[in-house]
């Protein structure tokens, strides 16, 4: 079992920068991958970032340049830092991971950019 705790959403402004947190209830180096999500209503989940055991990140195209994904091994956190926020990135944010063939969530955190 993994337990994942989202945090660090909010309404902020466009082009402001949010950091959000996802703890994780076991030692993160267990983890084959972990991702961020995020669902806006009418749209489908889109795949934000990645980063997997061995530390190899990846982030999708439309936020190529502005989210970074990172973890800290000692905390067993892994952070989403946004930066030049844009309206279009309001949505609810989830951390996920992947242990094998079983994948956890969190309960998602929002994230709301105003114009």
């Known amino acids: 079992q993994v337990q994942l705790v989202e945090s660090g959403g909010g309404l902020v402004q466009a082009g402001g920068s949010l950091r959000l947190s996802c703890a994780v209830s076991?030692?993160?180096?267990?983890?084959?991958?972990m991702d961020w999500y995020r669902q806006a209503p009418g749209k489908q989940r889109e795949l934000v970032a990645a980063i997997t055991g061995g530390g190899i990140t990846n982030v999708a195209d439309s936020v190529k340049g502005r989210f970074t994904i990172s973890r800290d091994n000692a905390k067993n956190t892994v952070y989403l830092q946004m930066n030049s926020l844009k309206p279009e990135d309001t949505a609810v944010y989830i951390c996920t991971a992947v242990v094998g063939r079983l994948q956890y969530r969190g309960q998602g955190t929002q994230v709301t950019v105003s114009s």
């Open positions: 076991r030692s993160i180096f267990s983890i084959d991958v």
